[in-house]
């Protein structure tokens, strides 16, 4: 089966660091995905991994091990629109399966 | 436009009731997918089209939920003799192809009620 692990909620301050973390097992792997999807939208694409290694993107950088089962989303110098639900997301074959997502709360 | 279309944005109706959802996928996107999200949860995953064929239909709940997709491209989403657990928005989103890298563009959804 397939399981997808994230905290349920977060909380950080304007202009901080924030790590959001995301552990899996799958039966298959072919790259994971993290999505932003603000209250009452759709989610929006934001990054992508198939190797180990760190994806940097602007404020957002994703990092992933796959012999760990691992993946984080770093996000940088924090903005009240930050605030958001983020979705981890683990492609196997053509499906994807979505963890429940990590609500980002950021304060002034 | 361009992007994935939804139809209706919002549906209320009677338990009990047929209901059809519609996706416009971006044009040329080979991959289709739908999803459920209920209120504070995730994304559930219910079924993929690549191209008009359905190779994974093993997120669909039950006997009364049905989807298909013609000419690759418009697909819908039919639920037979609705029930309240089925109230939910249902997310569509499209991909250029299923092994891609390319991301999953997703429409606005529709947010169904059932009374």
């Known amino acids: ?8 909620e977060m909380t950080a301050t304007e202009g901080a660091i924030v790590q959001i973390n995301c552990t899996y097992q799958t039966s298959g792997f072919n790259g994971l995905f993290w999505y932003q999807q603000h209250a009452g939208e759709a989610p929006t694409f934001l990054s992508y991994n198939v190797l180990d290694g760190l994806e940097e993107k602007g404020r957002f950088s994703s990092f992933l091990s796959r012999s760990k089962g691992y993946s984080y989303l770093l996000l940088k110098e924090l903005q009240m629109k930050d605030s958001a639900s983020y979705l981890c997301a683990v492609r196997d074959s053509g499906k994807s399966t ?3 997502g990590t609500t980002l709360t950021v304060k002034p | 436009g361009a992007g994935v279309s939804q139809s209706p944005s919002n549906k209320v109706t009677e338990k009990g009731k047929d209901v059809e959802l519609r996706c416009d996928p971006i044009s040329g996107h080979t991959a289709l997918y739908w999803y459920r999200q209920r209120l504070g949860q995730g994304l559930e995953f219910l079924i993929y089209f690549q191209g008009n064929s359905a190779p994974d239909k093993s997120g669909l709940p039950s006997d009364r939920f049905s989807a298909e997709r013609t000419g690759e491209s418009v697909s819908t989403l039919t639920i037979q003799r609705t029930q309240q657990e089925d109230s939910a928005v249902y997310l569509c989103a499209s991909s250029l192809g299923e092994f891609s890298n390319q991301p999953q563009h997703f429409g606005d959804g529709t947010r169904l009620s059932i009374l």
């Open chain 1, 1 to 8: 089966g397939q399981n997808i692990d994230q905290p349920t």
């Open chain 1, 98 to 100: 979505f963890g429940d």
